[in-house]
């Protein structure tokens, strides 16, 4: 599940049910070589993506219902970013590294927040109405893509890194995981219809909201990530 392209393109982290419970793998593109990453035993760990560096990964580590931020450079030790009883995922680094949004109902409800990449105390920047998640910042820096859910519609919106400027991309009945393109003007998400019928697609929209177009694919699909430029 959610497969995160690496900076430079050559490697992909995801999240894997082999053992039974969620855990983080690495696998090399050039030929699919994976590894377990070293994330802590005995918990469940999910939702990882690189830091602009390349060597550091962020991600969620469940343990006994309890759901905080960690971070460890590969081959390293995990270290303990958000230590609260709230349900807090979903974390990504800003294009310089030095910061971090991540979602956490730790308000009572779901919301955005920002806090130094080596963790402390973080602000919130999503205040409108509904539940925001999966935050995802821009690669030029100058916004932050969002999953939105408010009175029974998904959206897929952006935001200024302050939580001003909010602006609703989309609106459906299910929006979610936007990713963005390398030039930080398209967001690609996945998007599935109403009713018994209804499959998973990707589909694509500009920042200004105009342009939505599906993605052809071969069947069903879900979960995009944009590879960076590749030469």
Not at 41 to 57: K, S
Not at 101 to 111: L, M
Request: charged letters at 15%.
């Amino acid at each position: 599940l959610a497969p995160r392209f690496s900076p430079t393109g050559d490697r992909v982290l995801y999240t894997s049910y082999a053992t039974g419970q969620p855990e983080i793998y690495l696998m090399q593109v050039g030929d699919v070589r994976q590894q377990a990453l070293n994330t802590g035993q005995g918990a469940m760990t999910f939702a990882p993506r690189f830091g602009p560096d390349g060597q550091t990964v962020v991600y969620s580590r469940s343990v006994g219902g309890n759901t905080d931020i960690f971070a460890t450079r590969i081959g390293g030790q995990p270290v303990q970013l958000t230590n609260t009883p709230a349900i807090e995922t979903a974390p990504s680094f800003s294009p310089d590294g030095r910061q971090i949004v991540f979602e956490s109902d730790r308000s009572g409800t779901q919301q955005l927040y920002i806090m130094p990449a080596s963790g402390g105390e973080p602000r919130r920047i999503s205040f409108g109405q509904g539940r925001y998640g999966t935050p995802v910042w821009s690669p030029r820096g100058d916004l932050i893509a969002f999953t939105k859910q408010n009175q029974g519609r998904f959206h897929i919106g952006v935001m200024r890194t302050d939580g001003s400027e909010e602006r609703l991309l989309t609106g459906a009945f299910l929006d979610e995981g936007p990713t963005w393109a390398p030039n930080g003007r398209v967001i690609m998400f996945t998007r599935e219809s109403a009713g018994a019928g209804g499959q998973p697609s990707l589909w694509s929209v500009d920042i200004s909201g105009r342009n939505l177009k599906r993605v052809p694919t071969p069947g069903a699909a879900s979960d995009p990530a944009w590879s960076p430029l590749l030469p």
